[in-house]
């Protein structure tokens, strides 16, 4: 007897995110959270495009748009580039500043539109699997039952330590401090301070949030070890050092600090049991890349992990989360140290820092760098040889005969985009949606794409059409005529 489908432990946006794609397939998740209540703070204080385009896949962005602000300004990339590249692939080409906490309140709206349980209060301690599940132990002595378990517990995730899975990487070289605080003075008396620290300290600023509240990151004096959180007399003897003034600061919402290490598992799946967001990858914040990377997790893993549970998903399927996903993690590690490096205030790190600031006014070297930054760059390692270079990649919200494409993603399905008038997803119609591709779509006769958006065929051969859909969505309902 299953108490669910899938335990999600955490119930940060990854968490909920996944939560919620297990749902549009009517699978049971159930979501375990350690805090008893939302803890309010921001780490995290936007949505990069894919992201963006993720929460309009859903139906989501108005939402996020009313609580939001739109930015299109440069310095994304280690505080470099002139201005915001044109010509991005993607018809939301803009930062959407929103504080983590925000971003967490509505997708646990939408979760619980979707009928997703969330339990707070509930410490896993313990796990085990077998051939048929796996059983939790919560630190209240409860014991769950589940097919799956997915950890979306963080950094310092309890799943990942009980499962063994390895956490290799880079440690930490550098420290920050960061906070949420009131300040004793005027803004304008701010401004001037933060533009000239700036100009050899980039690790160094002060943003206002509303509500009369700040975000302030300042260098730490060294490595903590312990990772404790900062005193407010250790974050005013910081900004005094590096900046000449602590701007009165006080009334601290959260105080914290993170290193420039970097760490990700070495598997992402053990069993029945498998990783996500932070849990799966650590790296410093630079560039803000953090929670877009775990939505981006759940958002590919949650339709397989669907397919898993519902019977229908082809053999090898779930084993493609980490094919796919550990190499865009591993590349996130990759630029965000590379970031810290050019933050970096040392001699040799400024002229590299002065040569890169030279090429990004190159357009196409300004919007490589932001395209691997807001993630629409990405294109997985499926595609057969010789194919169009749309396989691989997500493509990007086109107009249709009715409507558009990330309306017509609503559902969760995947979707046969057909041109020809003649092709069919018959026997796969739980799993694939058919609709008339039309207006400025891509130029194919049509396109098969997977539920995260992702194209895996464009064609017009139906034997291979049919193919795809085996290798992707299993075979066809029972007593159905395949398609083709």
């Known amino acids: 007897m299953f108490d669910a489908d899938v335990l999600v432990v955490g119930g940060g946006p990854t968490g909920l995110v996944l939560a919620s794609e297990l749902r549009l397939w009517g699978v ?249 967001g932070d849990a799966a990858h650590i790296h410093p914040p630079t560039g803000g890349q953090g929670l877009n990377l775990g939505v981006q997790d759940a958002f590919n893993l949650g339709w397989k992990l669907a397919g898993e549970v519902l019977g229908w998903a082809p053999a090898g399927l779930l084993d493609t989360y980490h094919s796919e996903r550990h190499p865009v993690a591993a590349a996130v590690l990759d630029n965000t140290r590379a970031q810290m490096e050019l933050m970096s205030g040392e001699p040799g790190a400024r002229a590299v820092r002065r040569l890169l600031a030279e090429l990004m006014e190159i357009d196409e070297v300004n919007r490589r760098l932001i395209g691997k930054l807001t993630a629409i760059d990405i294109r997985y390692a499926y595609a057969e040889e010789g194919e169009d270079p749309l396989v691989g990649r997500r493509l990007r919200d086109v107009p249709l005969k009715e409507g558009r494409l990330f309306e017509a993603a609503r559902g969760g399905r995947g979707l046969l985009l057909d041109r020809t008038g003649s092709l069919s997803a018959a026997g796969w119609e739980d799993r694939v949606e058919r609709v008339a591709g039309a207006g400025d779509g891509p130029d194919v006769p049509a396109a098969l794409l997977r539920p995260d958006g992702h194209v895996v065929w464009t064609g017009d051969d139906p034997a291979e059409l049919r193919r795809r859909l085996e290798r992707w969505f299993g075979a066809p309902a029972a007593g159905r005529p395949a398609a083709g």
């Open 28 to 276: 049971r998740p159930l979501v375990l959270e350690k805090e008893a209540a939302p803890t309010g703070h921001s780490r995290a204080l936007g949505l990069h495009v894919r992201s963006i385009e993720i929460m309009d896949q859903r139906g989501l962005l108005d939402r996020f748009l009313a609580r939001g602000k739109q930015h299109r300004v440069g310095g994304f990339f280690a505080g470099l580039g002139p201005s915001w590249p044109e010509g991005l692939d993607t018809a939301h080409s803009y930062v959407l500043g929103i504080p983590q906490n925000v971003t967490e309140e509505l997708l646990g709206e939408h979760a619980r539109e979707r009928g997703v349980e969330l339990r707070r209060g509930r410490e896993l301690v313990g796990l085990a699997q077998d051939a048929e599940g796996v059983t939790a132990e919560l630190a209240d002595g409860t014991r769950l039952r589940a097919r799956l378990l997915v950890g979306c517990d963080g950094g310092r995730s309890t799943v990942r330590a009980l499962t063994g899975i390895g956490f290799p990487g880079l440690p930490a070289r550098h420290e920050t401090l960061i906070a949420e605080v009131r300040i004793g003075v005027p803004w304008e008396e701010v401004v001037p301070v933060v533009a000239e620290v700036r100009r050899t300290q980039l690790r160094y600023g002060v943003m206002p949030l509303g509500d009369g509240l700040f975000r302030v990151i300042v260098p730490a004096a060294g490595l903590s070890g312990d990772r404790s959180a900062p005193t407010l007399d250790e974050l005013r003897e910081r900004l005094t050092a590096v900046g000449g003034t602590d701007f009165g600061v006080h009334e601290p919402r959260w105080l914290s600090r993170f290193g420039d290490g970097t760490r990700q598992a070495e598997r992402y799946r053990e069993g029945r049991v498998l990783l996500a």
